[in-house]
């Protein structure tokens, strides 16, 4: 008996496609767009997006500066910098990267992100942005996942999809975009009855949860597209850690295609953050110096 396997959708190529394009824009500016990160702590894996995300961004012929900053760090200390790199004509984009130790609110550091820099697309007025249906900085997990999409030519316009997880950073916002593309969204969470029979349903499945395996073959409808942004961290039999999705791995002999983890939606995220990052730096170009900024999107 053979069994089908999903196709690949690898995470790299379309990544590349994707950093590409943001860097071809990016030398028609007569600036260097320049990325500002703001960490706070020292979360390992945190340490670790940060320092791929500033390499990335050198790699791509774009400016990049890390502030580190202590765990112990006062809130106002951290909207004090925000507000200096808001004032800072030769800072484009902004991003604070998250978790925040609790001490810190992180809803109000995000809102004190100028809209204009906030590349992580997560101040409200850029999710009112998203959820109207115009073009925004939109956060770029959910923004990779679409970019991912196109790049394989999976068509979105009029298919349901459904997507496990309703987080600010990816689930919520990735439904939004999904609506803006024409598809009909269901999102689910953990109060869902009966998650099995609703992802079913879906032409598009994504699973953005964190919880490994969570979703196993008999919840996926044969054929379907299945997109797996969790990103968890499990010791295997051998004792070594290791990094596995939310999908099950044989949910590849059900679906038509699917994403690895890793290599798949992650690359895309950081993808994403440059591609803002040259949006961001042609927008406040054309409202200062009328560089066309409206091309993109
Ligand atoms: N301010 C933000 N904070 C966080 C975001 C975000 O978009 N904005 N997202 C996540 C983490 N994240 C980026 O910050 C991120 C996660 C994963 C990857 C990635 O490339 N993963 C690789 C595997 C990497 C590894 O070996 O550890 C993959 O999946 O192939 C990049 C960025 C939380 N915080």
């Known amino acids: 008996m ?6 690949v959708l690898a995470g790299p190529p379309a990544a590349a496609a994707l950093i590409a394009s943001a860097a071809g824009q990016a ?21 670790s997006y940060v320092r791929g995300k500033a390499k990335k961004a050198g790699d791509s012929g774009l400016r990049s500066t890390v ?22 004509p030769d800072v484009h984009g902004i991003l604070v990267q998250l978790p925040l130790p609790g001490h810190i609110a992180e809803a109000a550091v995000l ?17 009112g942005q998203l959820w109207s249906g115009r073009p925004t900085l939109a956060p770029c997990t959910p923004a990779g996942v679409m970019a991912l999409l ?6 979105v316009a009029g298919r349901r999809v459904v997507i496990v997880g309703r987080s600010q950073l ?3 916002p990735l439904a939004g975009l999904f609506l ?42 044969p054929g379907a597209v299945v997109i797996d942004v969790g990103i ?47 949006q961001a730096a042609r927008q406040q170009l054309s409202q200062t110096s009328g560089v066309p900024g409206d091309l993109v999107r």
């Open 232 to 278: 968890n961290r499990v010791v295997g039999e051998d004792g070594k850690a290791r990094l596995t999705g939310d999908v099950h791995p044989d949910v590849a002999t059900v679906a038509s295609a699917l994403t690895p983890v890793p290599g798949g939606v992650g690359p895309m995220t950081v993808a994403q953050l440059l591609a803002n990052t040259v």
């Open 67 to 88: 502030h580190a900053l202590s765990e112990t760090t006062p809130q106002s200390d951290l909207l004090s910098l925000v507000a200096s790199l808001n004032s800072d």
């Open 27 to 47: 030398a028609h500016l007569p600036v260097v767009p320049h990325l500002v990160i703001v960490r706070v702590g020292e979360d390992p894996a945190s340490v």
């Open 170 to 172: 990816v689930g919520r």
């Open 2 to 7: 053979t069994v089908d396997t999903a196709t």
């Open 111 to 127: 809102a004190a992100i100028d809209p204009d820099k906030d590349v992580d697309g997560l101040h409200p007025m850029n999710i």
């Open 150 to 155: 196109a790049h394989y030519g999976i068509p």
């Open 180 to 221: 803006a593309a024409d598809a009909t969204v269901t999102v689910t969470h953990s109060r869902t009855r009966d998650l099995g029979t609703v992802t079913r349903e879906a032409d598009i499945l994504v699973a953005a949860v964190g919880r490994a395996h969570l979703i196993t073959p008999d919840m996926v409808r």
